[in-house]
């Protein structure tokens, strides 16, 4: 008798089958053909669910289902009665084909044709939160670091933290211990089927940073407040790859164009009285290493290695791997700004110095595979601009390599180029000055 493999395939329908709130916890039901999900959120922030909170739940909703349809790819969607707008929808839309354009080329699917039906016509409420006072997403590192010490002078500024339900990440913690600021917290349990997914559903990143962002929102309006401060940088916006004309951006959620459609969703149900916009939006991962060089305090304990924060707790790595494209870009963009000696002691390693990790060098500053990692690093210019600096140091000529992939990138900009603002940005004056 030979052996049968399961091999993940398509389901017919994805449905809404709506949210339950209870206190400071929410429920959110979905289904996919026969199998349902649940996934559940609980808050711990002080402030309490009211109408203009549960509105937000609503947008909050709609992209986390994605955690869930992804298992099937379903070719419809159905709302339910789900409250929705042509904004909310627009989002939904966008986060479907955008927010899982990664998922979908690695599993050979086209989403764009999927039926998204059903729905019910929204309240809106007319919130005015506190303009002097914002949420920031915190994640411990580089970026959300910079931040919240941006920020810090402008205005009365809170941590937003989301963690399992199971275990905090220590890094996180510890960067935001060194904050010295409070925090509002939210846990967060998925399906067990989704934490451990059988054979037959597809796997795949989600946009996740929009689903925290929506979280966020719904926290700040919990507690009053009038706006949430991301930090998502101008690179963030740039396509890993296209694919038959459409552009696939693995950070595709903390893009400019994911920022305006949280925005207008968010908007359609409270009104203006929220501002969701992030403070790095014009800013390069060059600028943010420069600042974050400065801020000694949380040189020991920052982490940005994505083996730190997986889900399960025994699976977490303790230390920076030192070999992960995470590990070697945020290597790479603090090099030109930190001495060789202090970069060492941070790290544990010298990611930049190992050559098995020059092919993944090489693929960061655009060369070897024809598109940038699907992980969360700067575009191949900053790279490349960021190398070429590197490798003019007498401190790094020991390294030859860096400067024949130096030379082989050919950097578009220099550093000092890419130290200048960038494009536009959502922020309002009074975060920042």
């Known amino acids: 008798m030979s052996d049968v493999t399961t091999v993940p395939f398509r389901r017919d329908t994805f449905e809404y089958l709506g949210v339950d709130i209870d206190g400071d916890t929410v429920r959110a039901h979905y289904r996919l053909d026969d199998l349902t999900f649940t996934e559940t959120v609980t808050f711990d922030d002080g402030g309490t669910m009211t109408d203009a909170a549960r509105a937000v739940v609503d947008v909050w909703y709609l992209v986390a289902g994605l955690s869930y349809y992804k298992a099937g790819a379903a070719r419809h969607i159905n709302l339910g009665t789900t409250n929705v707008g042509p ?5 939904l839309r966008a986060c479907l084909v955008e927010g899982l354009g990664e998922f979908a080329v690695r599993n050979n699917l086209w989403l764009d044709d999927v039926t998204i039906e059903g729905g019910a016509e929204p309240n809106s409420v007319d ?24 920020l810090r002078p402008h205005v009365d500024q809170t941590l937003f933290v989301v963690s399992p339900a199971a275990a905090r990440f220590d890094p996180l913690e510890a960067s935001a211990a060194v904050t010295t600021l409070p925090i509002a917290r939210a846990s967060r349990t998925l399906d067990s089927a989704i934490r451990t997914p059988g054979p037959s559903f597809f796997l795949g990143h989600v946009p996740v940073t929009a689903m925290v962002t929506l979280l966020a929102a719904t926290s700040a309006v919990r507690t009053g407040r009038g706006g949430v401060a991301m930090s998502n940088e101008h690179s963030a916006s740039v396509p890993n790859l296209v694919r038959d004309g459409e552009p696939v951006n693995h950070q595709w959620s903390k893009s400019w164009a994911a920022e305006q459609l949280i925005s207008a969703a968010v908007a359609e149900r409270l009104g203006r009285g929220l501002t969701v916009a992030s403070v790095l939006r014009d800013r390069s991962e060059l600028w943010v290493a420069e600042r974050f060089a400065g801020l000694t305090d949380y040189h020991s304990v920052f982490r940005s290695c994505n083996r730190a924060f997986t889900h399960d707790p025994a699976a977490r790595a303790a230390n920076w791997c030192g070999e992960c494209d995470k590990c070697l870009f945020i290597n790479l963009v603090l ?54 600096a590197v490798a003019s140091d007498p401190a790094y000529a020991d390294v030859p390599w860096l400067a024949e992939v130096a030379a082989q990138a050919g950097a578009d900009r220099t550093l000092s180029e890419l130290l200048e603002p960038q494009g536009v940005t959502g922020v309002p004056q009074t975060w920042i000055s």
């Open 127 to 150: 919130y005015v939160g506190d303009s002097t006072s914002v949420l920031t997403p915190f994640g411990g590192g580089i970026d959300s670091i910079v931040t919240v010490e941006e």
């Open 87 to 91: 904004a909310g929808r627009e989002l």
């Open 335 to 388: 090099a030109p700004f930190l001495p060789r000696p202090r970069l060492r002691e941070i790290f544990g390693h010298e990611p930049l110095a190992k050559i098995e990790l020059r092919p993944q060098l090489a693929t960061l500053v655009g060369l070897g595979l024809d598109h940038k990692p699907f992980d969360c690093v700067g575009d191949p210019d900053e790279c490349a601009g960021a190398l070429a």
